[in-house]
Each structure stands twice: as structure tokens, then as C-alpha cells.
């Protein structure tokens, strides 16, 4: 086949993959709604107003102590893992209930009702909101993620850019690999349709 010919195939080949690069790069650079679909959440604190006498054990290499609407909380940093400890035993702070999870998750989405409005749900430590909303609870070392359909679709605009089309990722990579090589024929191809092009028009 002549250069032209591939050039041609090629050209017509990767314009969808080109063209959702370029779109989606685009939204990647301007970033509209990254503010609301990353928004940091975390659950309210309250000051300290109970005073602790904590001995650090050992291995122990970081000390939190939290007051929450739940009440008081001691995470610590143990070889590199969380732990949640009740500051009056020091045992292992057992997770929440249903009722108490709804507690501490209303309390931190009221910072921001218009995004987070009220929750409507809540299962295996996740909470569903009616503004579509998901916040997970990572007890161990009381933090807080959410995830709303903005977020979601940000995720998709991702995998869409970066060939992620399919669900395995090793087929993914291979699909990749192919694009670049179809890009980089592309390319050389038109250098070589260009260098002919001089040649001829300089006789």
C-alpha cells in the first residue's frame, strides 16, 4: 500500500481517538465543576473541653485526640495503621450504628446542604444523599469521601481519554499501545508525503 493510501486509512482510522482527546483534554484543562466532584469532606470537630491522661505504648507514632457530635476520639498511628481507640480505655472504639452514623454524616454535610442535601440511606458505612451524593466512612481513621455524578462522570472523561474503553486492563494497555503506534505511523507517514512533496516541487 502507498504511503498516501495508509496515510489516508490511518488518518481516517484514529479521528475519533483524536478527537475525543482533544475534546477531553480541553475539559481537563479548564476543569469546570472539580471544585464540588473533589470537595474535601471531613466530619465536624468540636473543641476539647475533657481533659486525658494518655500514655503513648510503644510503636505508637502519632496521637489525635477529636471530639466529635459522637463525642471524644483518640486515633493513633501504629506501625503505620490507624487505630481508633476510646481515649478513656484505650480499647478499640467500636464503629458506629446505623443511627449514630446518620448522627456524625449529618452533622458534617451541613456545611454544605445545597451540594450534600439530606441522606436518604445509608449501608455498609456509605451513606446515599437526595442529591445523589455517596459519603463513605473510614472509621479506622475517621475520614470522610464523597462522590457525587459529577465525579463519576469526571472518572468516565478519564478512561475515555486515557483508552481505558474496555474492562480488562491488560486489553486496555494493548489498545493504548496500538493507538500510539497508529499515531506515530500516522505522523511519519505525513513527513515522508511531505519530504516526497518538496523533492518533486524542486525538480
Known amino acids: 500500500m502507498e504511503i498516501k493510501r495508509i496515510h489516508q486509512v490511518l488518518g481516517i482510522a484514529m479521528l475519533i481517538p483524536l478527537l475525543l482527546w482533544s475534546l477531553t483534554g480541553i475539559f481537563f484543562l479548564i476543569k469546570p ?7 474535601k469532606i471531613n466530619p465536624k470537630f468540636y473543641d476539647i473541653e ?7 505504648e510503644k510503636g505508637w507514632s502519632e496521637i489525635r485526640l477529636m471530639r466529635s457530635v459522637l463525642g471524644y476520639h483518640l486515633l493513633v498511628n501504629a ?3 490507624w487505630q481508633h481507640l476510646d481515649p478513656n480505655t484505650l480499647k478499640p472504639r467500636s464503629a458506629p450504628e446505623t443511627a ?7 452533622d458534617a454535610i451541613s456545611k454544605d446542604i445545597e451540594r450534600y442535601g439530606s441522606i436518604i440511606q445509608i449501608s455498609d ?10 459519603i463513605s466512612l473510614d472509621w479506622s481513621s475517621l475520614t470522610l ?11 468516565l472523561l478519564y478512561r475515555i481519554h486515557y483508552m481505558e474503553w474496555l474492562d480488562n486492563p491488560s486489553s486496555n494497555k494493548v489498545l493504548g499501545a496500538l493507538a500510539i503506534t497508529m499515531l506515530l505511523t500516522l ?3 505525513g513527513f515522508i508525503i511531505y519530504i516526497k ?6 525538480g
Do not use: C, M
Open 33 to 39: 465543576g472539580y471544585e464540588g466532584a473533589y470537595q
Open 187 to 189: 505522523s511519519a507517514a
Open 100 to 106: 449514630e452514623l446518620n448522627i456524625l454524616l449529618t
Open 197 to 202: 512533496g518538496r523533492n518533486y516541487a524542486n
Open 79 to 81: 506501625d503505620g495503621q
Open 145 to 155: 469521601r464523597q462522590q457525587g455524578k459529577d465525579t463519576q462522570f469526571i472518572r
Open 125 to 134: 458505612n456509605t451513606a446515599y444523599t437526595n442529591t445523589g451524593v455517596e
Open 50 to 56: 475533657t481533659a486525658f491522661t494518655i500514655v503513648p
